[in-house]
């Protein structure tokens, strides 16, 4: 400890804190009745008490630059900021492992299987036997889209067996007797109309071709059962 008298504001009574020039720890004393400060012998700083995370780097460097001038040498610091450098780096890491492994766990989880309701078949086999040109298209997307839905809990056979219903159900409503006309739109409501579900379309089917592709790899005979068992994914792989 280097003896050096330092006066610290008496809020810091009862805290722990370091010398700045030597970097001891210290404990600040009560403050008196007499004096409005506590005074300290051998290591105080005024400055305040530092998180021992942020003052460890700091402290060894003063301490080691303290016994490198008693002993007439040159300081040299690179090291420790070299140091403080790699805690950093290493913290950085050591997060982004964290991450990736919640990450990893989160897909891992099985997707769970979506409800196709009674409502929701109603609903769709309504607009699809529409005799609004435009109505009939959208429900035949929403019939595609829910298929993609109920395929995202599909992984095995066991979990299509379950599924197999509804998505028959969803392949029988796409096929029903179209009753709409498209002649019976103005041009270009028609037009409008038309580009608007050829875009949901292409994505449905797509989404559609892409369930085949994720169980292509795991269980091609899956797939090829899914192809046959339900038309609509016929079509779109044709």
């Known amino acids: 400890m280097c003896g050096k008298d330092l006066t610290v504001d008496d809020t810091h009574s009862g805290e722990q804190t370091e010398c700045s020039k030597c970097g001891a ?3 600040v004393p009560a403050a008196s009745a007499s004096s409005s400060a506590p005074v300290l012998r051998r290591g105080v700083s005024a400055v305040g008490v530092r998180s021992s995370s942020t003052k460890s780097v700091f402290r060894s460097k003063r301490k ?13 610091g ?13 913290g950085f890491v050591v997060s ?8 990893v766990g989160y ?19 309504r607009d699809v036997q529409s005799e609004n040109w435009g109505t009939y298209l959208d429900g035949q997307c ?13 992984r095995n056979e066991a979990t299509y067996e379950e599924v ?38 292409v994505a449905g089917n797509q989404h559609m071709l892409n369930h085949l592709e994720r169980l292509r790899d795991s269980n091609a005979k ?10 609509v994914f016929k079509a779109v792989t044709q």
């Open 78 to 90: 690179d090291d420790f900021d070299g140091r403080r450098q790699w805690k950093t780096l290493i």
């Open 142 to 154: 929403n019939a595609v889209d829910k298929i993609n839905d109920v395929m995202v809990y599909v």
């Open 164 to 201: 197999f219903p509804d998505l028959k159900e969803l392949n029988d409503i796409i096929n029903l007797q179209v009753v709409a006309k498209a002649e019976d739109m103005e041009e270009m409501e028609l037009m409008l109309v038309n580009k608007r579900m050829t875009n949901r379309q």
């Open 25 to 27: 720890e210290i404990l």
């Open 96 to 103: 982004l492992i964290v991450f990736f492994v919640v990450y």
């Open 107 to 125: 897909l891992a989880i099985p997707p769970s299987r979506v409800p196709f309701t009674d409502a929701e078949a109603k609903a769709i086999r």
């Open 222 to 231: 899956l797939v090829q059962r899914i192809i046959n068992d339900i038309p």
């Open 64 to 76: 080691a630059q303290n016994r490198a001038e008693a002993a007439g040498e040159e300081f040299e």
